[in-house]
């Protein structure tokens, strides 16, 4: 259909819609709207795809023979811009066996029935909805007739493709082999580390996540690899967040030995801090061990610790403990426990110096993001993963929540 008559039929209807319109509230006007703007969409979709030049009859196969098509065959694609049949020639070679569509090549049509653009958009949702919460939005506002369990195998496609860049990237940044370039230069990075516990399997198993925090805002990735892995991650994403340029490195987390190692390691010259509220909680476990759960001498023991802490005082700290002559077994490991954390720890918890130079002395970034990936995705309501499924949507999440959403979209095609 030529250009003119789209154009003339589309003012049609729209003169029609605005007639029915009157008198109907925005909500219904704006319904009205939008279906025409579908209705266009499709239209000038199916005539764009009409435009391309016939294909000829024969080509040459990769393999140098020319091979010729007998027929023109058809296949159906749901699009953003409706559901259209692509025509398009098929070549069989018989002396390499290869079987082409370069039609398909071309559109960038998957092997499946899906655009990129649908395939991107399922994966966007799935980052942030159940799947059965996106059949229902992806119905309602864009007209996509997709089940949930093909949007869950659609996230878990093109998850494990942006997975597999990221990780590339991370191993690729560790070895030196290639360079991630930033436009961020930072006064001050600030790096946490942290993990939460995820339903996997049928039993409990930790995702680790990162946060990165500078002037030039928030980012997280998070993971279900082990610490070794993660580390890799975070320094790539510590890269992108511009690390080198940095005119301070700093690191906060719990006193997790495995993060430690991982900061030493990928981020030798940060200052290290142990977050507060961590170390009030390693407090209370031994008052309470000590003086009774809960009692005032268990309050005042606190008390009187936290402001030793609060002024650089852990030294006193690790003196006070040393006085516990504890009877039992569980209150002795109460006590080597916490003597070796807050020896093991004391250059981390030079409070009052820290806060004098306007560092951050507590993990909310990473509690936050922690958050965002768990009763923000993976611990709503009676949810259960399988390990597999989990990996690839918490790297869509990561995608989201950086606003780096052309990663999905470049998955997708290779995903579609």
Same mark, same amino acid.
């Given at each position: ?16 819609? /605005? ?6 509230? $925005? ?5 009205? &709207? ?6 266009? &969409?499709?239209?000038?979709? !199916? ?19 020319? =091979? ?5 065959? !058809? *296949? ?9 049949? #692509? ?18 090549? @071309? ?13 991107? $958009?399922?994966?966007? @949702? ?34 494990? %493709? #942006? ?6 990237? %991370? ?7 290639? *360079? ?28 680790? #996540?990162?946060?990165?925090? +500078? ?34 490195? =700093? ?5 997790? %030995? ?12 940060? /200052?290290?801090? #142990? ?11 031994? %008052?309470? +061990?000590?003086?009774?759960?809960? +009692?005032?001498?268990? *309050?005042?023991?606190?008390? *009187?610790?936290?402001?030793?802490? @609060?002024?650089?005082? =852990? ?15 569980? +209150? ?13 720890? @004391? ?45 690839? =949507? ?6 989201? $929540? ?15």
């Amino acid at each position: 259909m030529p250009a003119e008559s789209i154009v003339a039929e589309l003012m049609e209807i729209i003169q029609e819609e /605005i007639a029915a319109s009157r008198g109907e509230e $925005l909500s219904a006007k704006e319904n009205r &709207a939008i279906e025409v703007g579908r209705m266009a &969409a499709r239209m000038a979709l !199916s005539e764009m795809l009409a435009a391309d030049r016939a294909e000829p009859v024969l080509i040459e196969c990769e393999c140098g023979e020319v =091979v010729r098509s007998k027929q023109t065959e !058809s *296949r159906t694609v749901v699009t953003l811009a409706g559901t259209h049949i #692509v025509k398009r020639r098929k070549y069989y070679c018989g002396v390499c066996g290869r079987s082409s569509a370069p039609r398909d090549v @071309a559109l960038g049509i998957g092997r499946g029935n899906y655009s990129a653009g649908v395939v991107a $958009l399922a994966a966007e @949702a799935s980052a942030g909805f159940p799947y059965e919460t996106c059949e229902d939005f992806l119905s309602r506002r864009f007209g996509l007739d997709i089940c949930y369990k093909q949007i869950q195998r659609i996230a878990g496609r093109t998850g494990q %493709a #942006v997975a597999g860049g990221e990780w590339r990237l %991370a191993e690729e940044a560790v070895r030196g082999e290639g *360079r991630i370039e930033s436009s961020e230069k930072p006064s001050r990075l600030t790096i946490s580390a942290d993990g939460l516990m995820i339903h996997t399997d049928g039993h409990w198993q930790e995702m680790k #996540v990162g946060s990165f925090l +500078s002037e030039y805002g928030r980012s997280t990735i998070a993971t279900m690899e082990r610490a070794e892995p993660f580390g890799k991650l975070l320094y790539s994403e510590a890269l992108r967040r511009g690390v080198e340029q940095a005119g301070e490195v =700093v690191f906060v987390a719990d006193g997790a %030995a495995w993060i430690w190692n991982l900061a030493a390691h990928h981020f030798p010259g940060a /200052i290290e801090i #142990v977050d507060w509220y961590h170390a009030k909680q390693h407090l209370w476990e031994v %008052a309470n +061990s000590w003086y009774g759960e809960g +009692s005032s001498k268990a *309050r005042s023991w606190v008390k *009187r610790n936290e402001a030793r802490l @609060a002024e650089d005082g =852990v030294c006193r700290v690790i003196a006070s403990i040393k006085q516990w002559r504890p009877a039992d077994e569980d +209150s002795q490991r109460v006590k080597r426990e916490n003597e070796h954390y807050f020896t093991t720890n @004391a250059h981390r918890m030079r409070y009052r110096t820290f806060s004098r130079l306007g560092y951050t002395i507590g993990s909310g970034s990473v509690e936050s993001a922690c958050k965002q990936y768990g009763h923000g995705r993976f611990k709503l309501p009676g949810m259960r993963w399988k390990l597999d499924g989990v990996e690839p =949507v918490a790297h869509l999440r990561s995608a989201v $929540l950086n606003r780096r959403t052309s990663s999905i979209l470049e998955a997708a095609k290779m995903a579609a």
